[in-house]
T-cell receptor
Framework: EAQVTQNPRYLITVTGKKLTVTCSQN?????MSWYRQDPGLGLRQIYY???????DKGDVPEGYKVSRKEKRNFPLILESPSPNQTSLYFC??????????????FGSGTQLSVL | GDSVTQMEGPVTLSEEAFLTINCTYT??????LFWYVQYPGEGLQLLLK?????DKGSNKGFEATYRKETTSFHLEKGSVQVSDSAVYFC????????????FGKGTKLSVIP
């Protein structure tokens, strides 16, 4: 089944404790992206990747890191989480980076709480 | 920069009522326009799209027409069902050399029996 898989689904952590949210897609998609969703703010892009070893900042990259060593995986790393990073996170992928009318496939989300 | 403005929610309708969710956009060039839907506890999924002016996207009884003259892409459905209760996001991709979707803030729809 074609899908984008995120883990974990829920995560509670404390300020300053490094964490990684994993994202994997099985569709051989070129493009992958991370969003955070906050009430009243909608979805905001954190980072995106056009292909292996090609990543770039989105609208709200501060406090996050990403890597794209393999085509299927795009982990989101919080080196020193803070309470303002409490949010619902979504990973998404798309087949072709160059086509503006491609649809995004979304994971089921990761609800992160930083205490 | 690109932006998408959606009508504020939440919207509450009775079953079989007519639905309109307004969406207007600002973008350079000729963007592609999308509506995504998020059901409770799930990720977003594409509902419909339109890639050029006057195109009409449609799916599951929902429709939206790409109006370049009014920079709008309003979502409509003639008769909503309880199962349509969800958050709806309007989005655009300006296609200016890279693939980046800009989302509106979302409109929560609740349909009551």
């Amino acid at each position: 089944e074609a899908q984008v898989t995120q883990n974990p689904r829920y995560l509670i952590t404390v300020t300053g404790k490094k964490l990684t949210v994993t994202c994997s897609q099985n569709m051989n998609h070129e493009y992958m992206s991370w969003y955070r969703q906050d009430p009243g703010l909608g979805l905001r892009q954190i980072y995106y990747s056009m292909n292996v070893e090609v990543t770039d900042k989105g609208d709200v990259p501060e406090g996050y890191k990403v890597s794209r060593k393999e085509k299927r995986n795009f982990p989101l790393i919080l080196e020193s989480p803070s309470p303002n990073q409490t949010s619902l996170y979504f990973c998404a992928s798309s087949l072709n980076s160059a086509h503006s009318n491609e649809k995004l496939f979304f994971g089921s989300g990761t609800q992160l709480s930083v205490l | 920069g690109d932006s998408v403005t959606q009508m504020e929610g939440p919207v509450t309708l009775s079953e079989e009522a007519f639905l309109t969710i307004n969406c207007t956009y600002t973008a350079t060039g000729y963007p592609s326009l999308f509506w995504y839907v998020q059901y409770p506890g799930e990720g977003l999924q594409l509902l419909l799209k339109a890639t050029k002016a006057d195109d009409k996207g449609s799916n599951k009884g929902f429709e939206a027409t790409y109006r370049k003259e009014t920079t709008s892409f309003h979502l409509e459905k003639g008769s909503v069902q309880v199962s349509d209760s969800a958050v709806y996001f309007c989005a655009l991709n300006s296609g200016a050399g890279s693939y980046q979707l800009t989302f509106g803030k979302g409109t929560k729809l609740s349909v009551i029996p």
